[in-house]
């Protein structure tokens, strides 16, 4: 799809992060938006900013685990638009823990927005988005897609089974005018780490406020950078986008080393402060 002007674009997770700079940017591209998040106040504070740069966004309270939810939003923006032609499953949180004190309830919430969030987004609009003539449908896993890392076992399972969803979801897809790609981001400096819930944190916040400084300063990408290279990706019709030269690293290990790899997770461990 080299030309998004005039196209209709939806993003979830879209009131922080890369989520609100792949609305700013898709709007800059000429993109009408619809954009969903679960909190109002950052998602009227996106549509704003969209709205102030003479862009057009329908917002929609959304829990993108509740398959309902996601498929009334997709109603509403067919209803509203008449017509999508690219939709992004951005919406994600991280929970750390080891496997061993990881709760069921903390995990199955990771996977509930993680995984089947990416789950109902697709299966909610993907029967529209094969009428069209062209269409991308983009979901983001993590550099954590490739790498399993201790302590992120809940954030490693679902961003893993995004991978193997999206990768099946391209052969499905083969023949029709629909591009499904897997966003592999590295480290990008949001406030996902800040606001994630952590077994290893809950009564210590110094310990908290230490990893998330540590994981800012180590992030080498910023949410702005980020949202440019998927938008590129996504007008050069790419499957894979890597986003971030940590991203580029940990995929040419992974794929030289496929279990090798494991011997540098301490390292990487140690730089995030855990």
């Known amino acids: 799809m080299k030309k998004l002007e005039g196209k209709v674009a939806v993003v979830t997770g879209a009131a922080s992060g890369i989520g609100r700079e792949l609305a700013a940017g898709l709007a800059g591209e000429g993109c009408r938006l619809a954009l969903s998040d679960v909190n109002p106040r950052g998602l009227e504070e996106t549509a704003g900013m969209i709205a102030s740069r003479g862009g057009q966004a329908l917002i929609g309270r959304v829990n993108v685990a509740d398959r309902k939810e996601m498929f009334d939003f997709a109603e509403q923006v067919i209803s509203n638009y008449g017509a999508i032609d690219i939709v992004i499953n951005n919406a994600g949180i991280v929970y750390t823990s080891t496997i061993e004190d990881l709760s069921y309830e903390d995990f199955e919430r990771v996977m509930n927005i993680n995984f089947w969030g990416v789950v109902h987004g697709t299966k909610a609009f993907l029967g529209h988005l094969k009428t069209r003539p062209a269409a991308n449908l983009v979901n983001i896993s993590s550099v954590y897609g490739l790498w399993g890392l201790a302590t992120q076992a809940a954030y490693n399972a679902s961003k893993f089974a995004v991978r193997g969803f999206t ?52 992030a080498m990408t910023t949410p702005e950078k980020a949202a440019r290279i998927i938008i590129s990706g996504i007008k050069s019709d790419r499957r894979r986008i890597r986003v971030g030269p940590d991203a580029v690293l940990f995929d040419i290990v992974q794929r030289i080393f496929p279990t090798g790899y494991q011997r540098l997770a301490p390292y990487v461990i140690r730089k995030m402060g855990l």
């Open 167 to 218: 990768e099946a979801l391209m052969q499905e897809l083969k023949g029709t005018g629909v591009v499904a790609s897997v966003v592999y981001p590295g480290g990008v400096r949001t406030n996902l780490v800040k606001n994630s819930g952590s077994h290893l944190f809950d009564t210590d916040a110094v310990k908290k406020e230490k990893f998330v400084s540590k994981f800012n300063s180590a």
